[in-house]
Nanobody, 125 residues
Framework: QVQLEESGGGLVQAGGSLRLSCVAS????????MSWFRQAPGKERECVAA????????YFVDSVKGRFTISRDNNKNTVYLQMNSLKPEDTAVYYC??????????????????WGQGTQVTVSS
């Protein structure tokens, strides 16, 4: 079955940077919309960023605009989330998700069919 494996999480001080990676297997990656969600304790899961299969369109939640970028390498079946100027409120488990959506971008969790196990990001103040 489809597998999504995230990496790159960790502990970083406020103002620092991290780059998350998600490698997909048994997925037609070059046809899939890819996204990053996050969930903090006691909060709902939210879509942080998403990107269409061709990289032509992207979505960012308002709270990360100007700080996070999403990119993909279809030759490596990998999607990235570059996170700069991190804040304590960015602390969460970050999940990679995938769906076949054509050129549509979804920002709701029920729009995605495949999920990774998550990677913890902790930002200290």
């Amino acid at each position: 079955q489809v597998q999504l494996e995230e990496s790159g999480g960790g502990l970083v001080q406020a103002g620092g940077s991290l780059r998350l990676s998600c490698v997909a297997s048994r997925l037609t990656f070059s046809s899939a919309t890819m996204s990053w969600f996050r969930q903090a304790p006691g909060k709902e899961r939210e879509c942080v960023a998403a990107i269409t299969w061709n990289g032509g369109s992207a979505y960012f939640v308002d709270s990360v605009k100007g700080r996070f970028t999403i990119s993909r390498d279809n030759n490596k079946n990998t999607v990235y989330l570059q996170m700069n100027s991190l804040k304590p409120e960015d602390t969460a488990v970050y999940y990679c998700a995938a769906a076949y959506r054509g050129l549509r971008i979804g920002s709701r969790s029920n729009e995605y069919d495949y999920w990774g196990q998550g990677t913890q990001v902790t930002v200290s103040s």
